[in-house]
Nanobody, 125 residues
Framework: QARPVESGGGSVQTGDSLRLSCDVS????????RAWFRQVPGKEREEIAD??????TTSYADFVKGRFTISQDKNTLSLQLDNLKPEDTAMYYC????????????????????WGQGTQVTVSS
């Protein structure tokens, strides 16, 4: 299986915006969940948001608080990052997983292991 290819990261200042993209064509089938994660060195990777391809249902981590928006357009998954804060500095990754019998997309994407290179977001104060 192809690894995801993330892009769109960069170095910005507090309050700025970025739009991350992820292209994984083979995960475009309807019964798939797609998600964004981030990881800071020395800490575990954490889920930011996920989306169920079949009906577009989305869910977000509490720390997002309306600042980030996950969306998809055909084979491209995006994450709009608004009002960025220094604590958002991390490597950002996308993931996909077959939902199947999992009760939620969060549970499904937690099984993902085929990580790409990620895209670095650095926010300075």
């Amino acid at each position: 299986q192809a690894r995801p290819v993330e892009s769109g990261g960069g170095s910005v200042q507090t309050g700025d915006s970025l739009r991350l993209s992820c292209d994984v064509s083979e995960y475009s089938r309807s019964d798939y969940c797609r998600a964004w994660f981030r990881q800071v060195p020395g800490k575990e990777r954490e889920e930011i948001a996920d989306l169920y391809v079949r009906d577009g249902t989305t869910s977000y981590a509490d720390f997002v608080k309306g600042r980030f928006t996950i969306s998809q357009d055909k084979n491209t998954l995006s994450l709009q990052l608004d009002n960025l804060k220094p604590e958002d500095t991390a490597m950002y990754y996308c993931a996909s997983a077959y939902k199947g019998l999992w009760d939620s997309c969060r549970s499904a994407v937690a099984t993902f292991r085929n990580w790409g290179q990620g895209t670095q977001v650095t926010v300075s104060s």
